[in-house]
């Protein structure tokens, strides 16, 4: 059972950063920069509030909200802290309709932290949800998708304050679209998708993924056993531990993708996992076989700490454990592997539940 | 003098379509499609009217629209025919204000006559001006930038009718995001950009371009000497007259870009004229010196016919004369050279007038 969580303030902030990282498999970015700037936040306008669907007038609208783009990029280029204001204002403005409250667009990494920055500036209460319950790469990997929205008011903006507004026919279009946005705007954006009214919210968005966040963060840090505590947290497999041997990443298309290979230790020396990227860890090999892969979570963690390492902070030498575990049920269905599953991602292989793939070692 | 268009039906388009021809510097797309674009609408729709701004509300909205994108993209993906609805209909909801008349964004090549289609579509008149007085390569390269207006409003739209509406905080944005986007959505897009209340086009605008257009039309094709009455009709300098030996074109990064060279035949035997391409000719060089350049009109025109041809239409063999002309004077201002003289395409030599230039050989 997962204690929810009813209001952000400082204390609360290292839980979810940590909760956010794992949740992340390797991206939405480092979470360093989003913990900062939601530390900063609530330092000057105070805590903030954590709702649910129910405490909201449906008729108000729920507005999503993250950055897109190569995590690779977000590393030098950090947003300005005004972005969510830009797109509130913007999207009031369209629609004439109030916005009541904001969300993660995606749990995992650095933008499940930076809402926290931008509702506190904005006086809005954040929805305890998200559309992935982790993070994916693709504009169009999200719940809304999943169960058939349209991607018709999707809101971009960048630390100049150049603004799109992009009405898609599918969501394919709208990540094709929206990406290539976000590279002309220098490899990241700030977004606003799927921006619905709350009525139209539930079955839509995965609920809960705040709270489960901040209790993964908990587990871990209040445990001598950081990736006991982890395992049993998130009901994972582990995969492999041992020593990053290899990367090759590379910044092409608005993504970062490349490959990590970690060389066993311990009971798992002569073993080798080799991780396949595109901003997440999408699937991870053993000796060519399938161990895990995309719509489930693959994180790999400091062996020691149990601390998520994002992808593009993945070096050489890193003593690490890797882990992965069942993705939200949405993901799971016929549409759901359509969307986020290995065929998604150019994989020539279907989907095999952690529950299944992780055992076959 | 010119005779003012005050309307375009079946009879005027093969007209407009030479004069756009020629206007167009060999960009704004080869006049076919748009002839036959315009034809069929004008007989299903009507005949349009052409008028001038004070024949309109000050409070009502002119709308600017043309194609977008690489002309050698234009020849195999043509319009759907609905853009102008698209994009008007779209303006209107986000303005909350009526659309009063359409007005070719650039009046050269195809970008002239798409306009007369959309507008006779639309039950709308055409404003007898443009905004370039010819046909230039990027988004920012029209009068109302020169001017210093913001590029608050552009509606991009596709044949699928994904719609994507961009407020810019520079020229150079606009010009880089419309790109990116026009890029994604395949090479080509529908835009309207720069749309203003028509209180405001005054001395923004380009006015009379239709008419020239016609007139230019008008003269060639009433003449036993084509080429003389079009050197006549715009003022021109003859550069060469020869054979085309040499075309090297490339579509990249959402443009057409190449260099022909012209080998001078009978009184120009023994020189040879190159001109270098971005969709437009803009540079004409001979043996390494400049005998034009942007802002300044560099044509293409059959040696016979006097037809222009686009930089994607030109081939090895073909026998033509190439005429350069003066632009408006709006371009010969220290921002008009600024946005589109030489120096603004890359090139590191200060623009000098036809009138001077010309007279160097």
């Avoid at 709350?198 to 839509?204: D, H, M, P, Q, W």
């Avoid at 020396?269 to 595109?278: P, Y």
């Avoid at 020691?304 to 992965?324: H, K, S």
Wanted: charged letters at 20%; glycine letters at 12%.
């Amino acid at each position: 059972m997962i204690e929810p969580v009813r209001r952000i303030d400082a204390e609360v902030v290292p839980f979810l950063a940590r909760g956010c990282a794992i949740l992340g498999t390797g991206g939405g970015g480092e979470v360093y920069t989003g913990s900062l700037m939601s530390l900063q936040a609530l330092e000057e306008f105070g805590p903030i509030d954590v709702v649910t669907l129910d405490d909201l007038p449906d008729d108000g609208l729920l507005m999503p909200i993250g950055m897109m783009g190569a995590p690779t990029v977000g590393i030098e280029k950090i947003p300005s802290g005004r972005e969510g204001v830009v797109l509130r204002d913007h999207v009031e403005r369209l629609t004439g309709r109030r916005v009541v409250a904001a969300m993660p667009s995606e749990i995992g990494g650095s933008n499940g932290l930076l809402p926290v920055a931008w509702a506190a500036q904005l006086g809005l209460p954040l929805v305890d949800a998200d559309s992935m319950g982790r993070a994916f790469p693709e504009l169009q990997q999200v719940s809304q998708h999943v169960v058939g929205r349209r991607p018709d008011l999707i809101v971009l903006t960048d630390v100049h304050g150049n603004l799109v507004t992009l009405g898609a026919t599918s969501g394919e279009w709208a990540e094709r679209v929206g990406r290539a946005v976000t590279v002309a705007f220098g490899g990241s954006s700030a977004m606003a998708d799927f921006i619905m009214p709350v009525g139209e919210a539930r079955g839509a968005v995965i609920e809960g993924s705040i709270s489960r966040a901040v209790a993964i963060g908990r587990a871990v840090s209040d445990s001598a056993d950081p990736l006991g505590a982890l395992v049993e947290a998130v009901g994972a497999v582990r995969l492999i531990e041992g020593r990053v041997v290899d990367v090759e990443r590379r910044t092409t298309g608005g993504f970062a993708r490349g490959t990590v290979v970690v060389d066993g230790t311990g009971e798992d020396r002569g073993r080798a996992l080799r991780i396949e990227i595109q901003n997440e860890n999408l699937v991870a090999f053993d000796d060519g076989a399938v161990r895990a892969c995309v719509p489930d979570l693959i994180t790999v963690v400091d062996a020691v700490t149990a601390d998520a390492i994002a992808t593009e902070m993945l070096r050489y030498g890193q003593r690490v454990a890797v882990v992965a575990f069942p993705c939200d049920p949405l993901w799971r269905t016929a549409r759901g592997i359509e969307t986020a599953g290995p065929r998604a991602f150019g994989y020539d292989f279907d989907y095999v539940p952690i529950e299944v793939a992780g055992a076959r070692a």
